[in-house]
């Protein structure tokens, strides 16, 4: 029972959560709008759950001590002036909240996210070398498009004997970006919500149980 219960219930959520697409009637809507109801309680008990486990996890890392107790320290600390800011303030961004939040954590968040750029240009280094046909295809059509982007890329292409002075570098940059790049990303996306309906009917015909944990 431990297992069919489950089953059952994301089956009968997932159904009529997809019905909400389909049936458009007044009388079905209550329906879905209680599962979501449902949903945002379930949430709720989960987000409290998640900040239990994270603060018994880091509790008992800065009870073993070591160097990266240091980094629990400020995690729960933060966390703790955060939410006490938070409750006392709301989200007025006036207020001390508002304040941590853009001021620090706007700041991070950016911060993480430049960091990526390096990954993307290490990826970029590696996908880039000219071993066949597709590979040299990828990298003309990258370095055009990245080049075309940048000031810089515009007057370096003055000086290009020939083709300068028949078409503009942006020009080229833009129509690969209207025409070959945008079919290539729809193809991506048609494929992901291919890929996303497949597991989404696996999950239905409880096939896929990895949610329940256990790697089932």
Request: proline share 4%.
């Amino acid at each position: 029972m431990k297992r069919q219960i489950p089953l059952v219930i994301a089956f009968i959520a997932g159904v009529v959560m997809l019905g909400d697409y389909f049936i458009p009637h007044r009388f079905y809507r209550p329906v879905p709008e209680m599962f979501l109801t449902w949903m945002r309680i379930i949430q709720g008990f989960a987000v409290v759950l998640g900040i239990g486990s994270l603060a018994v996890n880091h509790l008992n890392k800065i009870s073993k001590g070591g160097k990266q107790s240091f980094y629990s320290w400020v995690l729960l600390g933060s966390f703790l002036v955060t939410v006490v800011f938070g409750l006392l303030w709301k989200t007025d961004f006036t207020r001390p909240a508002g304040y941590i939040f853009r001021y620090f954590y706007t700041p991070l968040s950016a911060t993480m996210f430049a960091l990526l750029a390096f990954f993307i240009a290490s990826a970029a280094f590696r996908a880039f070398r000219l071993k066949n046909v597709e590979s040299g295809l990828l990298l003309i059509t990258a370095s055009l498009v990245m080049i075309g982007r940048i000031p810089l890329g515009n007057l370096i292409w003055k000086y290009v004997p020939g083709i300068s002075n028949l078409v503009n570098l942006s020009q080229i940059q833009e129509w690969l970006t209207l025409n070959p790049v945008t079919a290539a990303q729809r193809t991506i996306l048609m494929g992901a919500a291919l890929g996303a309906i497949a597991v989404s009917l696996k999950i239905l015909a409880g096939i896929d149980r990895s949610y329940f944990g256990g790697g089932e």
